[in-house]
């Protein structure tokens, strides 16, 4: 059995994943569902977030563990697992990319996902969000998060999920990821591409886990939020990936 760390995406929490876990933990599993530092219930000032928090979060969580973790990194969690896999690679038996956002050494999540260089006018002209006057979160628009987010969940998963989501720190958008080949790069990978993904499009993801490749890509037909429209069979992928944690205690 294996020690699972999940990690939400940008804007959600821990409750993302209340179908996952159950069904983890029925196949004998210890399950962590993660609020990062100034998302879900976690109350740390937005304007004090950044990568390097999500990151130092996650590394307290791991060492208080035994053994190496599946880690699990939703959307914009591929950034936190990506950089606490460089500090904490004998804790981490496996990455796993669920429709994440894969950045190589010195990218940023806003570089890459508008393709602007100045990373200031991206986060002030996406037309997802809203940026805050002082800079320090964006809030995302209702309108706009079933099509994005939510458009094979049902109409109740929806209202209901919309309700949870929280501004998103601006810190982790902007900060420049720092990983190396010694580290990050001895951590095995697997990315799940999900087909019908309006927030990370298919085409999109086999960009990043083509140019940071993986040792296996799982293909899903779900839209970005596979934890509410498809739990079972998201939680039969992620057992089955216990395998890596098997393998690293072995070794």
């Known amino acids: 059995m294996a020690n699972y760390v999940l990690v939400h995406g940008s804007a959600h929490g821990s409750w993302c994943w209340e179908r996952v876990v159950p069904l983890l933990q029925e196949q004998g599993h210890t399950v962590t569902a993660v609020d990062l530092p100034g998302n879900g219930h976690d109350e740390t000032p937005l304007a004090k977030v950044t990568l390097e928090s999500y990151a130092e979060y996650l590394c307290g969580l791991l060492d208080s563990q035994d053994g190496p973790s599946v880690l699990v990194g939703h959307s914009l969690g591929g950034i936190s697992i990506s950089r606490t896999a460089e500090l904490r690679p004998d804790k981490v038996a496996v990455l796993v ?32 969000w809203d940026l805050a006057e002082d800079r320090s979160h964006v809030v995302y628009k209702p309108e706009l998060a079933q099509h994005r987010f939510y458009n094979d969940c049902t109409p109740e998963d929806v209202e209901w999920a919309k309700s949870k989501i929280v501004p998103q720190p601006v810190g982790p958008l902007v900060s420049p990821m720092r990983i190396t080949d010694g580290n990050f790069g001895r951590v095995p990978r697997v990315y799940i591409e999900c087909a019908l ?6 085409e999109f ?25 498809a739990p079972e069979e998201l939680a039969r992928r992620l057992d089955a990936l216990a395998r890596y944690a098997v393998a690293g205690t072995a070794a």
């Not at 993904?197 to 298919?202: E, F, H, I, K, S």
């Open 197 to 202: 993904d309006n927030a990370v499009a298919p």
């Open 205 to 229: 993801a086999r960009a990043m886990y083509t140019a940071l490749p993986c040792a296996e890509v799982i293909e899903m037909q779900t839209g970005h939020s596979p934890f509410l429209s």
């Open 97 to 128: 990319y669920l429709t994440a956002v894969l950045l190589p050494d010195g990218a940023t999540f806003m570089g890459t996902v508008s393709g602007e260089s100045d990373v200031e006018k991206a986060l002030r002209e996406r037309p997802s």
